[in-house]
């Protein structure tokens, strides 16, 4: 048995939680599920979260007075119960996120290489963490992530292992009899919610997928259209102050992007994540192995990521605007810091760098550029309006829109994806 504290029997009361759910036309939770993530906000809706999310094995509230004082500080953020073998000599090995704090946390856990067992039966899908290193080598490795925005002073019992498995030693495969043979890495934060979730810039953006006529890459960008598969507020990343208002459209890896603004390019991160720069030629051969590149569902891909910010010049300087791109494709930056550029002109092209379940464009706007600075909900300007889904938008809307998740967008505003764009 791993990672278990020895508990005190005593009677409990259940503490209440005020409800903080969000209606989207898109459940992001089973979206991200099928690339893989899976999502658990307890915070948001603890008294329903088993119903909401039927693959927990449940959720237990967290009593200092039923523990041991010497146990409490040993008590770890993930906890692995190896189990104990019945009659039959199989044993269930449960896995557990804890958090004793008074303070609601958010939890990323990735376990690789195995597969996982929810509290409805079925087992969990899986995905995909992608390493590329110098000499052009990418490693696929299998694995699952939570997300779990976890209340205070609260134990959520994740899943099980899926038994009779095996995991891969120097010689040979070995049944898997312990967590300790499992691969896991997890990011532990305390949850830092929105000082201001209606702060609203009054600047119009630029669609970042429509070019100016000088600047178009492709011919057919005017008949594109994007699908918004998180906006603000989003359940799979966008739920804390440096990302609440963020948009992220789905595109294929490749696609081109110009900037929103008339601006200065103030930062540009290009090196794929990994901190060495593809092709270099002062790379010795030991360091062919470094990792030049990340992408995927792993939890260490959070603090990786390629990305362009632009300070807007139409802003007013007493109301600044910063305008950032994420993980977009290595290499592709056709701009560099102190760049003066123009809305609609061409500036990178969209990847999948960083924690990135499937490509798409990440864009957040802020008020500075402080690494911890909260974002700012912006719209973006309507080119035309005449082809927008709906005829009887009034005259604000009819002028600039704000993505929605599971919605598709061009540059006219709010359309019916074709059969193409899907």
């Known amino acids: ?22 209606e989207d036309d898109l459940d992001e939770c089973k979206y991200y599920a099928n690339l893989g993530c899976h999502i658990a906000n307890v915070a948001r ?41 019945d009659e039959y000599g199989d044993c269930e090995m449960s896995l557990t996120l804890t ?10 856990v990735t376990v690789y290489d195995v597969d996982l067992c929810g509290a409805d039966g079925k087992i969990l899908t899986s995905g995909w963490t992608y390493t590329t290193t110098a000499n052009n080598a990418t490693t696929q490795r299998k694995c699952t992530t939570f997300i779990v925005l976890c209340p205070p002073q609260t134990f959520v019992h994740l899943v099980t292992l899926v038994p009779n498995q095996t995991i891969a030693s120097d010689t040979e495969r070995m049944p898997i009899t312990t967590w300790s043979q499992i691969e896991m890495e997890s990011d532990v934060q305390q949850w830092s919610f929105h000082p201001n979730v209606k702060d609203e810039h009054p600047h119009l953006l630029h669609f970042p997928f429509y070019g100016n006529e000088e600047e ?30 963020a948009i992220d459209f789905r595109c294929p890896i490749g696609t081109p992007l110009y900037s929103a603004t008339n601006g200065v390019v103030v930062e540009v991160k290009d ?15 030991e360091g062919r192995d470094q990792i030049i590149e990340v992408s995927g569902i792993a939890a260490s891909n959070l603090f990786r990521w390629n990305s362009i910010m632009i300070q807007s010049t139409d802003a007013d300087t007493s109301d600044p605007l910063y305008i950032e791109y994420v993980h977009i494709q290595t290499n592709s930056c056709a701009v560099k810091v102190g760049d003066s550029v123009t809305r609609g002109q061409f500036i990178c092209r969209s990847g999948s760098v960083g924690f990135s379940p499937e490509p798409h464009l990440h864009m957040a706007a802020y008020r500075s550029n402080d690494v911890d600075a909260a974002t700012v909900r912006v719209r973006f300007q309507a ?24 919605q598709w967008y061009n540059q006219n505003g709010l359309v019916e994806a074709t059969l193409e764009d899907k």
């Open 99 to 108: 958090n004793i704090k008074k303070s609601t946390s958010i939890l990323f």
């Open 45 to 85: 809706c603890r008294v329903e979260a088993t119903r909401k999310h039927p693959w927990l094995l449940g959720i237990e509230p967290f009593d200092p007075n039923d523990y041991d004082p010497e146990d409490i500080e040993h008590i770890p953020e993930v906890a692995m119960n190896d189990g104990e073998e």
């Open 216 to 245: 178009v890459v492709h011919d057919d960008q005017a008949s594109k259209s994007y699908q918004c598969s998180q906006s603000e507020n989003g359940n799979l990343t966008h739920f804390f102050h440096g990302n609440y208002h």
């Open 271 to 285: 090196d794929g994540g990994g901190g060495h720069k593809q092709n270099d030629p002062t790379t010795s051969n």
């Open 383 to 406: 080119i035309h309006n005449h082809d927008t889904r709906d005829s009887e938008l009034d005259a604000a809307d009819a002028q600039s829109f704000l993505p929605r998740v599971g």
């Open 1 to 22: 048995m791993a990672n278990k504290v020895k508990k005190k029997t005593r009677s409990k009361k259940r503490a209440t939680h005020q409800r903080l759910a969000s």
